[in-house]
């Protein structure tokens, strides 16, 4: 997901990626403690509002858009590469028992260990932090990389929306996470997506319904390591 303000995102966007917006979903109504839970989501996404769907209450969000009352929650305007200086830190929102951080950390160039901190400083003792992000070293990648071709795209020119900076390992993002306050609860890598919608840059394509299916059942066939989406639940330690 960018973390720039968007247009609703078309069609395909939603199909390819509901299967995961679905995981999402019930991995916050497993960790939500009570009806009362203060919820934050990072970056406004299609996902904001089915969590506001799903659990029939408010959820704040985080991220580059002007800051306003949405009647379902307050969106906070702050850049998370402004992490990377402790007095620009945003400290009056809070404290949340759920944080979803799902498909952004990607596309931040700041370190993340310094924005894991200042996530962890917006969850109350015990809250929880939803990381969703790219496998770096998917069996796709991998490929690629074999036949000598670059597995990442290039930055690009668009400022607000510059891509994937850098993407990260499970081991690499499990040392991040206990470097940075959390305690690891548990971890999956999936494919948690739909490729007959893996082109949707227009809108309008149409589903690749063989190719898809069946590339929908070989990925999740695949070693975990080798799978496309890592997803770790991790507490605040103290």
Sequence with gaps: ???????????????????????????VEAERKGRDARILDVGPSPLTDMLRGRLKVPVDTLGLEAERDTGQGKHFRF???????RERWRLDLGPYEVIVFAE???HLYTAPELVLAYLARLLSPGGVLI??????????????????RHPFERIRTSRSNPGHFREYTLAELAGLLRESGFRIRRHSM?????????????????????RGLVSNVVYRLLPPSLREGITVVAERAG
């Design 104 to 106: 952004v950390i990607e």
């Design 190 to 210: 999936r494919f948690y997506f739909d490729a007959r919608f893996a082109v949707h840059h227009a809108g309008d394509e149409r589903p690749r319904t063989v």
């Design 1 to 27: 997901m960018d973390v720039s303000a968007e247009p609703a995102p078309n069609p395909g966007y939603l199909a390819f990626h509901r299967p995961r917006f679905d995981f999402v979903l019930r991995l």
């Design 131 to 148: 990381l969703q992000t790219p496998n770096a070293v998917s069996l796709r990648k991998r490929v690629k990389l074999a036949l000598g």
């Design 79 to 85: 850049d998370l590469n402004d992490a990377q200086e």
